[in-house]
């Protein structure tokens, strides 16, 4: 999980959430690895882990426009939207939405 969302990326182990005896472990990845690393013996039981939501901060429409013009003219829009997608990291609805835009 810490390859896919970042070792940095909020997160907390639950361990018996909603029961007397329950438990909140780490602040991120990172020290959730860490604990289940050193702490094999505690390692039964319900565990829920919980992930903070990703933020796209501020989306780059001028990148987004350059690509979606270089590849328009090569490929279809559903291709060129799916590649924008891989190249910006932005979800492809977010690039969907910029090429009905520019439409208008």
Do not use: P, W
Not at 32 to 47: A, N, P, S, W
Not at 64 to 80: H, T, Y
């Amino acid at each position: 999980m810490k390859e896919l969302f970042g070792q940095e990326r909020k997160a907390v182990l639950c361990k018996e959430i909603t029961k007397i005896y329950e438990s909140f472990i780490g602040n991120n990845f990172m020290e959730i690895t860490d604990y289940i690393k050193e702490h094999q013996d505690k390692l039964k039981g319900e565990f829920t882990i919980i992930v903070e939501g990703n933020r796209e901060l501020s989306i780059d429409l001028q990148k987004i426009d350059k690509i979606l013009d270089i590849l328009q003219s090569q490929i279809s829009s559903k291709d060129a939207i799916k590649i924008c997608s891989i190249i910006t990291g932005y979800k492809k609805s977010t690039i969907y939405k910029r090429l009905l835009e520019r439409k208008q």
